[in-house]
T-cell receptor
Framework: DAGVIQSPRHEVTEMGQEVTLRCKPI?????LFWYRQTMMRGLELLIY????????DSGMPEDRFSAKMPNASFSTLKIQPSEPRDSAVYFC??????????FGAGTRLSVL | DAKTTQPPSMDCAEGRAANLPCNHS???????VYWYRQIHSQGPQYIIH???NNETNEMASLIITEDRKSSTLILPHATLRDTAVYYC????????????FGKGTTLSVSS
């Protein structure tokens, strides 16, 4: 298996633009997680899904952020409109169940 | 989930054992100890987990004290590629629950 695949790897955009990050989890995994990492705040959970259903979105910073999981093999994290403080590395992870989460390589977002 | 305390940084010579401590004095009976690491610019990677018995896999060993209030991750023969941030996480064993990351320990392995 290719692991968790995230795209794009790098994204540079201007303030006010819409940004869409994509994630393909490992086949057969039924949980998917979105994390954000910054120097100031470290790794923090944004939202997670079980069986394509959002379970906890309390980490989503504000209404500008939204996430969807239309099927078991795809998820998106959208920021609209983007702001410079959204600049971070965004990680997607998937899990087959109880024990281990497998992380993607991340998307490095820079909002100018 | 119980809170963990780790030293911010540690150094280790290549080829020597790296012993990374973690304090989790408020751990509950049904909470497991997990270790992940993050090599620079990569996503976190699972290392090992345990409840109360010592555990060993191809990557590391996990030693949990009898009262479960602390644990030690042991990398038996550290290499330069083991330089990373190591996170100790305590959580219940429940499907689809998220990981709560602290600041972790930055391990620097030098030759």
């Amino acid at each position: 298996d290719a692991g968790v695949i995230q795209s794009p790897r790098h994204e540079v955009t201007e303030m006010g633009q819409e940004v869409t990050l994509r994630c393909k989890p490992i086949s057969g995994h039924n949980s998917l997680f979105w994390y954000r990492q910054t120097m100031m705040r470290g790794l923090e959970l944004l939202i997670y899904f079980n069986n394509n259903v959002p379970i906890d979105d309390s980490g989503m910073p504000e209404d500008r952020f939204s996430a969807k999981m239309p099927n078991a093999s795809f998820s998106t994290l959208k920021i609209q409109p983007s702001e410079p403080r959204d600049s971070a590395v965004y990680f997607c992870a998937s899990s087959p169940g109880l024990y281990i989460q497998y992380f993607g390589a991340g998307t490095r977002l820079s909002v100018l | 989930d119980a809170k963990t305390t780790q030293p911010p940084s540690m150094d280790c010579a290549e080829g020597r054992a790296a012993n990374l401590p973690c304090n989790h004095s408020t751990i509950s009976g049904n909470e497991y100890v997990y270790w992940y690491r993050q090599i620079h610019s990569q996503g976190p990677q699972y290392i090992i987990h345990g409840l109360k018995n010592n555990e060993t896999n191809e990557m590391a060993s996990l030693i949990i004290t009898e009262d479960r209030k602390s644990s030690t991750l042991i990398l038996p023969h550290a290499t330069l590629r083991d330089t990373a941030v190591y996170y100790c996480i305590v959580r219940v064993l429940q499907a689809g629950t998220a990981l709560i990351f602290g600041k972790g320990t930055t391990l620097s392995v030098s030759s």
